[in-house]
């Protein structure tokens, strides 16, 4: 007589060689976008820095809506080579003039290529990572994206200021275009959707409701990510000027903490009930800040707020790459970034007219206030998920 021992599933497997292999051109991209996001603004000091900045910006978001049509054409592994390679090359050859029509140009080529890596390199890196272990997987992915932008972007302002902004430009160049030769080992291109199904466009992504509520929460918390990082020195008073270094330290590490904790959390229990509380912690996170003059209020709200921000980054993510196939992938890359650096931006751009209006501390707490109107859209999303209850 025998026996059959019956054994769980082994869990699949998180770190592949392709995803190290994207890793690299992660790091590649993040590396080259970040050690000049603050040295081009003062390079162009004397033209107008104002213009530089935001044709980054408006470049990198209009690339992001025509990212997905590009990917779906050309494949993740073309688009992510010539999106490494826009962002890399112009930067080599930044400081030929000083002139701000060249400074502009140099800036809007870049912008599409940090476009084109952001889209067609989130869309590939989901792909990689089985749905089993999405949640805590894309938390990797958020850690390995994320530290080298802590980095490289107070390195490049020691750098331009130490050895000049000749050899800055040119290493975020080269950390660009080197991460090229990683990009062969990468998948080309999606499998076609079951059935012939089209891939979901990102005008079809702004009117399923499926995306759009996640992304409006998580904007609503980016907005207050875009204000921290702005205003936060601004609004603390100069004798709590060392408050300020820990609490911008305190933040991006709470994040960081929080996302990886709520990847874990989603794949064991889904992503889809984490999005309230990681929207309701980020808008208290924002209210305890606005007690500027206390270091502890200060302290323990941009904490509060880190954790918040980390949850909803996650959850969000995964949640929106649940509800399409693999040939929307690129899609929700897309509205999701688009709600980050948009956000971010409305948040840096509005908040100072606010403030200058109340004044930083009742700018804080309206600002929270204003967050919870996301609870519309949370709650909403909430119950679209809830299972139907069977009649009797």
């Given at each position: 007589?025998?026996?059959?021992?019956?054994?769980?599933?082994?869990?699949?497997?998180?770190?592949?060689?392709?995803?190290?292999?994207?890793?690299?051109?992660?790091?590649?991209?993040?590396?080259?976008?970040?050690?000049l996001l603050s040295v081009v603004p003062r390079y162009a000091t004397a033209s107008g820095a104002g213009p530089a900045t935001g044709a980054l910006m408006l470049s990198t978001v209009?690339?992001?809506?025509?990212?997905?049509?590009?990917?779906?054409?050309?494949?993740?592994?073309?688009?992510?080579?010539?999106?490494?390679?826009?962002?890399?090359?112009?930067?080599?050859?930044?400081?030929?003039?000083?002139?701000?029509?060249?400074?502009?140009?140099?800036?809007?080529?870049?912008?599409?290529?940090?476009?084109?890596?952001?889209?067609?390199?989130?869309?590939?890196?989901?792909?990689?990572?089985?749905?089993?272990?999405?949640?805590?997987?894309?938390?990797?992915?958020?850690?390995?994206?994320?530290?080298?932008?802590?980095?490289?972007?107070?390195?490049?302002?020691?750098?331009?200021?130490?050895?000049?902004?000749?050899?800055?430009?040119?290493?975020?160049?080269?950390?660009?275009?080197?991460?090229?030769?990683?990009?062969?080992?990468?998948?080309?291109?999606?499998?076609?959707?079951?059935?012939?199904?089209?891939?979901?466009?990102?005008?079809?992504?702004?009117?399923?409701?499926?995306?759009?509520?996640?992304?409006?929460?998580?904007?609503?918390?980016?907005?207050?990510?875009?204000?921290?990082?702005?205003?936060?020195?601004?609004?603390?008073?100069?004798?709590?000027?060392?408050?300020?270094?820990?609490?911008?330290?305190?933040?991006?590490?709470?994040?960081?903490?929080?996302?990886?904790?709520?990847?874990?959390?989603?794949?064991?229990?889904?992503?889809?009930?984490?999005?309230?509380?990681?929207?309701?912690?980020?808008?208290?996170?924002?209210?305890?800040?606005?007690?500027?003059?206390?270091?502890?209020?200060?302290?323990?709200?941009?904490?509060?707020?880190?954790?918040?921000?980390?949850?909803?980054?996650?959850?969000?993510?995964?949640?929106?790459?649940?509800?399409?196939?693999?040939?929307?992938?690129?899609?929700?890359?897309?509205?999701?970034?688009?709600?980050?650096?948009g956000g971010m931006g409305v948040g840096a751009v509005g908040f100072g007219a606010l403030a200058g209006w109340t004044g930083y501390s009742w700018a804080f707490?309206?600002?929270?206030?204003?967050?919870?109107?996301?609870?519309?859209?949370?709650?909403?999303?909430?119950?679209?998920?809830?299972?139907?209850?069977?009649?009797?």
């Amino acid at each position: 007589m025998t026996t059959t021992a019956t054994t769980s599933p082994a869990r699949p497997r998180l770190v592949t060689r392709p995803l190290l292999l994207r890793f690299v051109s992660m790091v590649g991209a993040s590396t080259g976008f970040f050690l000049l996001l603050s040295v081009v603004p003062r390079y162009a000091t004397a033209s107008g820095a104002g213009p530089a900045t935001g044709a980054l910006m408006l470049s990198t978001v209009l690339g992001e809506l025509a990212a997905p049509r590009f990917v779906a054409r050309y494949g993740h592994r073309f688009a992510l080579v010539v999106g490494l390679v826009l962002l890399g090359a112009p930067a080599v050859v930044l400081t030929l003039s000083h002139d701000l029509a060249w400074i502009v140009a140099v800036c809007l080529v870049r912008g599409l290529g940090f476009a084109l890596t952001l889209v067609a390199g989130g869309a590939l890196t989901a792909s990689l990572i089985p749905a089993e272990r999405r949640g805590e997987g894309l938390a990797l992915v958020g850690v390995v994206s994320g530290v080298p932008s802590l980095i490289a972007l107070p390195l490049g302002v020691w750098l331009a200021t130490h050895v000049g902004y000749t050899p800055v430009a040119i290493a975020a160049g080269v950390a660009a275009l080197a991460s090229v030769a990683s990009v062969p080992g990468l998948p080309g291109r999606q499998e076609p959707a079951p059935g012939g199904e089209k891939p979901v466009g990102v005008v079809a992504g702004l009117r399923t409701g499926g995306l759009v509520r996640p992304a409006a929460v998580f904007a609503a918390t980016a907005v207050a990510t875009g204000i921290v990082v702005t205003f936060l020195p601004l609004a603390v008073p100069a004798a709590l000027g060392g408050v300020v270094a820990v609490a911008l330290f305190v933040q991006p590490a709470a994040s960081t903490a929080a996302r990886w904790a709520a990847g874990r959390h989603a794949d064991r229990h889904g992503p889809a009930r984490l999005v309230l509380p990681g929207l309701v912690l980020s808008a208290v996170g924002m209210l305890v800040t606005a007690a500027t003059g206390s270091a502890v209020a200060v302290l323990a709200g941009v904490a509060l707020f880190g954790i918040g921000f980390g949850i909803a980054q996650n959850a969000t993510l995964t949640l929106m790459y649940t509800r399409v196939t693999a040939s929307g992938y690129g899609t929700v890359t897309a509205l999701w970034n688009l709600a980050y650096d948009g956000g971010m931006g409305v948040g840096a751009v509005g908040f100072g007219a606010l403030a200058g209006w109340t004044g930083y501390s009742w700018a804080f707490a309206l600002t929270a206030v204003l967050m919870l109107v996301a609870l519309v859209p949370a709650v909403r999303d909430r119950r679209s998920e809830a299972p139907a209850r069977p009649s009797c």
